[in-house]
């Protein structure tokens, strides 16, 4: 009786083993195909980085046709020059209107005085 369970596990031992073999083989084919696999995508890699620094390195002109800007400069310049005539023609129509009222202001005395 005890013979009877032994000797069945004796002979699912030897099935066993070679089903865990056969696993063992499998995953050990699996795992030189990954690394395969592994080295062609680092070869690849350093070929599409090596290609892009490529384009990276090369010089890029570009040509524009455009307007040449206006130079604020110039143009706070010509405000300027605008602005100085205009006080200067103020200065003027001022001190052209004081006298004006001057001599009439005199003419007028002169009237009452007469």
Known sequence: MTSAPSESVSLE?????????????????????FKEDLVYLKKNHEEEMS??????????SVKMDAVPGVNPSCILNETCDQDKKLVERSCKDA????F????S?????VDTEI
């Not at 031992?13 to 195909?33: I, Y």
């Not at 001190?95 to 004081?98: D, L, M, S, T, Y």
């Not at 004006?100 to 001599?103: C, F, H, K, P, R």
């Not at 202001?105 to 005395?109: C, D, F, M, Q, Y």
């Open 51 to 60: 290609a892009l620094r490529g384009q990276v390195d090369e010089d890029v």
């Open 100 to 103: 004006s009222m001057e001599s």
């Open 13 to 33: 031992l030897p099935q066993r083993l070679d089903k865990l073999t056969l696993a063992g083989a499998n995953l050990e084919m699996q795992m030189e195909s």
């Open 95 to 98: 001190e052209h209107g004081f």
């Open 105 to 109: 202001l005199e003419g007028s005395l």
